[in-house]
């Protein structure tokens, strides 16, 4: 009883200090999660973050079992591999992307890679950079629709690019390293 009110102060503490209206997080296997998006389409435009040169452009559309997203992200090292997650806080405002909390996880799964068994709604194959500092975004993230207000719902989330591939094994966050590009999705 008691973690649960502590849990819900703290997430009313935290909604209060933000500078956009915040998504509810819940990480608990036990919720309704929707299989189906309500939007055809959703976008993200990335800004630098941590004082990096980093920024691009996403859209992400549902398909199978989660949304896909494609784009372009420049800015990076020459031939770098990159992290690329959805985090729970739909908040860039931090200078080093800090605001936009940990991983999307509704469920409470370790991190993982996409497409095993266990890992955070969020989390999705790393991104590599060409020999212009160009990554052409091909990815998944499974377990997420677009729209509708599901517990698993990413409009409204962040999609932050990372200084570092993500070796998919290390908890919390597959030791991706700074947060060097942030952008929130929306909806259309």
Same mark, same amino acid.
């Given at each position: 009883?008691?973690?649960?009110?502590?849990? $819900?102060?703290s997430?009313?503490?935290?909604?209060?200090?933000a500078?956009?209206?915040?998504?509810?997080?819940?990480?608990?296997? /036990?919720?309704?999660? !929707?299989?189906?998006?309500?939007?055809?389409s959703?976008?993200?435009?990335?800004?630098?973050?941590?004082?990096?040169?980093v920024?691009?452009?996403?859209?992400?559309?549902?398909?199978?079992?989660?949304?896909?997203?494609?784009?372009?992200?420049?800015g990076?090292?020459?031939?770098?591999?990159?992290a690329?997650?959805?985090?729970?806080?739909?908040?860039?405002?931090?200078?080093?992307? /800090?605001?936009?909390? $940990?991983?999307?996880?509704?469920?409470?799964?370790?991190h $993982?890679?996409?497409g095993t068994?266990?890992?955070? !709604?969020?989390?999705?194959?790393?991104?590599?950079?060409?020999?212009?500092?160009?990554?052409?975004?091909?990815?998944?993230?499974?377990?997420?629709?677009? $729209?509708?207000?599901?517990?698993?719902?990413?409009?409204?989330?962040?999609?932050?690019?990372?200084?570092?591939?993500?070796?998919?094994? /290390?908890?919390?966050?597959?030791?991706?390293?700074?947060?060097?590009?942030?952008?929130?999705?929306?909806?259309?």
């Amino acid at each position: 009883m008691k973690t649960a009110l502590f849990a $819900g102060a703290s997430a009313l503490a935290l909604a209060a200090c933000a500078t956009s209206p915040q998504p509810e997080v819940i990480a608990s296997s /036990s919720m309704e999660l !929707a299989t189906t998006s309500t939007l055809s389409s959703a976008s993200v435009n990335l800004a630098a973050a941590s004082g990096s040169l980093v920024s691009g452009t996403l859209r992400l559309m549902p398909m199978a079992d989660g949304v896909h997203l494609t784009g372009e992200v420049g800015g990076l090292t020459p031939g770098s591999t990159h992290a690329i997650h959805i985090h729970e806080k739909g908040d860039c405002s931090a200078a080093d992307a /800090s605001s936009a909390g $940990g991983h999307f996880n509704p469920t409470g799964e370790p991190h $993982g890679k996409v497409g095993t068994p266990t890992h955070h !709604a969020g989390d999705m194959n790393n991104i590599v950079a060409n020999a212009e500092g160009v990554a052409k975004v091909d990815v998944h993230a499974q377990g997420v629709v677009l $729209g509708g207000g599901a517990a698993n719902d990413g409009v409204g989330r962040a999609v932050v690019v990372h200084a570092a591939a993500d070796d998919y094994t /290390s908890q919390p966050s597959g030791n991706a390293g700074a947060r060097v590009a942030c952008g929130v999705i929306r909806g259309g």
